[in-house]
């Protein structure tokens, strides 16, 4: 039986700029859901053994990538090299730009690239490896429906996806999920260390913060129950839960320093697009 996303991108081709973790957590997840790797080139200056045994058209040349004429060209390496990639792509008109790159604006990648293609930018987060990521998207004027649909397709093949009404707003995705799993780990950081100074041993220690919030994340995951309830469920009044948690919901507690970590974040990625704006007028 033929997935959704073979039936939409069924005889499109595949651009694929950069084989990296994230460049092939995708493609991974591409091929998983059914693609297949003849609709795919791949450009990455050091492939990895599992991008060459991929099965992808590598490395195209300039005659080889307008032979293909892709229909859709990912964007996922870092925002430092446009400036060297960017300018070297010669893509058809009206064909579809998803960018990945965290800080690039729309308008940085028209200047670069031309105006006669549809751009949609994206903020996925690490946990696409396992196909259980989450990414915001946010489309220019140009783009079409059919193309905001095989946007949606690609990304949701490695997990959720949520539209977004402002390019402005991917600065605060950035923050929650974008940087989020970051979040998550030092939490299992926190928690192990904790666990030793209560008298465990460090491997123990470990295990129990990690588990707990595997555990925890599953509960989100498959009970269909906001996350305030769940607490409360777990919560007995005046027991060992309710005796933590009278430190972590304190005005000063949780809530607080992650509003604070969270905005930080947030005007990291705004500093970013403007470095990404101004370097498009150099």
Request: with cysteine; proline share 6%.
């Amino acid at each position: 039986m033929r997935s959704h996303l073979q039936n939409l991108l069924a005889g499109q081709s595949l651009f694929l700029v950069g084989g990296g973790k994230m460049g092939m957590a995708l493609l991974d997840g591409w091929l998983a859901a059914g693609l297949e790797p003849s609709q795919f080139l791949v450009q990455d200056p050091k492939p990895s053994e599992a991008l060459k045994n991929s099965g992808v058209a590598l490395n195209p040349d300039a005659k080889s990538l307008a032979a293909h004429a892709p229909d859709i060209t990912i964007l996922a390496i870092k925002p430092q090299f446009i400036e060297a990639v960017l300018p070297a792509l010669s893509l058809p008109d009206g064909s579809l730009v998803v960018s990945l790159m965290a800080g690039v604006p729309l308008a940085t990648l028209s200047d670069m690239l031309g105006d006669k293609l549809a751009c949609i930018r994206t903020m996925p987060n690490p946990p696409a490896a396992i196909g259980k990521g989450m990414t915001g998207l946010y489309a220019d004027a140009q783009t079409t429906p059919d193309q905001r649909g095989a946007t949606e397709a690609l990304l949701q093949a490695v997990g959720q996806t949520v539209w977004l009404d402002t390019e402005a707003a991917i600065d605060s995705v950035t923050a929650i999920s974008g940087s989020g799993p970051a979040y998550i780990f030092h939490m299992a950081e926190a928690m192990a260390s904790a666990g030793e100074q209560l008298g465990l041993s460090r491997d123990i220690a470990r295990q129990l913060a990690e588990q707990t919030l595997v555990g925890a994340a599953a509960m989100l995951e498959q009970m269909d129950t906001p996350s305030a309830q769940l607490r409360q469920n777990v919560t007995s009044p005046g027991g060992t839960t309710q005796a933590a948690l009278d430190v972590l919901m304190a005005d000063d507690g949780l809530g607080q320093l992650m509003h604070r970590a969270t905005k930080a974040a947030q005007a990291r990625a705004v500093a970013l697009a403007q470095i990404g704006s101004d370097t498009k007028k150099d």
